[in-house]
C-alpha cells in the first residue's frame, strides 16, 4: 500500500510538502479489523489516534441500562480518537468497525513529535476538530431538541445533501443503527417512516430513500410542522 498516497488525498495533510508526508508515513501502521470487532473500548489508555482508509466504524456510549447511543460515524478519509492524543486522556467511549474496515493508526508520541516540528499539520488538525465540534453541536442540539420525526428528517436531507442534494439515495446504515443514532428505538423508527410515506414525505423500498416533498421533511425538520 502506498501510504504516502492514501495521506496526501485526506483533509488533515492538506498543505504538507512530500517529505512532510514521508515523515507521517513512517510512524503509520495499518490495521484491519472485522465487522463488528472492537478498535478500542470505553476507558481504555488513549495511545494513539486512526484514520479510515476503507469501511467504516461507529464511536459510541453505553447506559447502565445497556442502551447504545451511537455518536459518530466514520468513513474513508476521516480521522477518530484524536482528543486523546492533545489531553493525554483515556478513550471516552467505544470504537467499532461498522464493516470489514481498514485503518491507519498513529501513535500518540511519534504525532506529537510531528506536530512539534511541522505547525502546518497541527492547523489542519484543529481544523478538522473544530468541525467535528461543530457536527456534535448539531447532534447534541437535535437529541436535546427535536423530537424524532423531526431528526430523521434532519438525517435524510443530511444524506441527500451528502449525496450531491439528490432525492434518492441508500440509507448508509441498518435502520437499527439509525434508531440508536437518532435517540430511539426501532419500532418507534418503523412507525415514522410510515407515517412519512402515509404523508407522501418519502418513498421507502428496503435501505433505498425517495425524497418526494423535500419542503415539507425541511418543515417537519425545523419543528414548524408535524407527522
Known amino acids: 500500500m502506498d501510504i504516502r498516497k492514501h495521506l496526501s488525498q485526506v483533509d488533515l495533510f492538506n498543505g504538507l510538502s512530500l517529505q512532510q508526508l514521508d515523515e507521517v508515513a513512517r510512524i503509520v501502521s495499518v490495521k484491519e479489523y472485522r465487522k463488528s470487532e472492537p478498535v478500542f473500548s470505553d476507558g481504555d489508555e488513549g495511545i494513539g489516534f486512526y484514520l479510515v482508509i476503507s469501511g467504516r466504524v461507529k464511536v459510541y456510549k453505553v447506559s447502565p441500562d445497556g442502551k447504545e ?24 467511549a467505544n470504537g467499532e468497525a461498522m464493516d470489514h474496515s481498514r485503518l491507519f493508526f498513529f501513535p500518540k508520541k511519534d504525532f506529537v513529535k510531528l506536530i512539534h516540528d511541522n505547525p502546518s499539520l497541527a492547523m489542519n488538525m484543529m481544523a478538522s476538530l473544530s468541525q467535528r465540534l461543530k457536527q456534535f453541536s448539531h447532534l447534541i442540539e437535535a437529541l436535546s431538541l427535536k423530537e424524532v420525526p423531526g431528526r430523521l428528517a434532519s438525517y435524510l436531507l443530511y444524506l441527500s445533501d451528502k449525496n450531491g442534494s439528490i432525492d434518492q439515495f441508500e440509507l448508509d446504515i441498518a435502520k437499527s443503527q439509525l434508531a440508536s443514532f437518532l435517540g430511539t428505538i426501532p419500532e418507534t423508527l418503523s ?20 425524497l418526494v416533498d423535500r419542503t415539507g421533511l425541511e418543515d417537519l425538520a425545523e419543528g414548524e410542522s408535524k407527522l
Open 191 to 210: 412507525r415514522i417512516f410510515t407515517k412519512m410515506t402515509n404523508k407522501e414525505l418519502v418513498r421507502i423500498n428496503g435501505p433505498h430513500i425517495t
Open 69 to 92: 447511543q451511537i455518536m459518530h460515524i466514520f468513513g474513508p478519509g476521516q480521522p477518530f480518537a484524536e482528543v486523546p492524543v492533545f489531553e493525554g486522556s483515556r478513550y471516552p
